[in-house]
């Protein structure tokens, strides 16, 4: 079956949705120990939230890129997750979209959230031809997102570790074993067009229902 172009995967309850980040130590072992971002993290910084595993493994480099040694999974509920989308402005001018770009524009500098797809990625982190979401917070959207939406964080840097462990040894089939299942995300459709997303989130059960 044929990936949407533009469809988002995650791993979700039917209350929470999973999301990842990486960061350097200082910032991400005072959040597992808190459950939620504390100082150092910047408040005042649009912070970026991926549902997708690989992206963030292409992102971080499978943790080794200076800055983000350290990844983290990040189960925040499912209605902030939402209020976000239903609240986001694209992140580049889309006319079937905005109709123009004044309008596309001033929602741009007046949304706490702009979402961008960006190709989604292979376990050997090769750009596939369907995208994946990557969502970025502002303002309002990251005080909600630390103070109300967060339920749990977890250090996944060893996990990470060893999935590139076992890809540097050839063994992909074991590397996959790894990796968190991920299924479309069903989405309300009116937030599914404000993304322009593929008409097939908006469908979909609860995994393991």
């Known amino acids: 079956m044929s990936v949407p172009a533009r469809q988002i995967r995650a791993r979700y309850s039917a209350d929470t949705v999973t999301v990842y980040q990486a960061y350097p130590p200082q910032v991400a072992l005072p959040a597992v120990a808190a459950g939620r971002f504390v100082a150092p993290f910047k408040r005042d910084r649009m912070t970026w939230i991926k549902p997708s595993f690989l992206w963030m493994m292409y992102r971080c480099g499978w943790a080794t890129k200076p800055g983000q040694e350290r990844v983290l999974s990040i189960d925040i509920t499912r209605e902030g997750f939402e209020w976000a989308l239903a609240r986001a402005c694209l992140s580049h001018y889309d006319r079937d979209v905005h109709g123009d770009k004044a309008t596309w524009s001033r929602q741009l500098k007046a949304s706490p959230v702009r979402v961008q797809w960006d190709p989604e990625r292979t376990l050997h982190l090769e750009a596939l031809p369907y995208r994946s979401l990557q969502v970025g917070l502002s303002g309002e959207a990251v005080a909600r997102y630390v103070d109300d939406w967060m339920v749990s964080v977890t ?55």
Do not use: M
Not at 156 to 182: F, G, K, M, S
Not at 191 to 202: K, N, P, Y
């Open 155 to 209: 250090d996944i840097t060893p996990t990470v570790h060893r999935v590139r462990e076992l890809l540097r040894a050839n063994d992909a089939h074991a590397a996959t074993d790894h990796l968190p299942v991920e299924h479309p995300y069903p989405l309300p459709a009116q937030i599914a067009a404000g993304l322009d997303a593929s008409e097939d989130v908006t469908a979909g059960e609860i995994p393991g229902q």
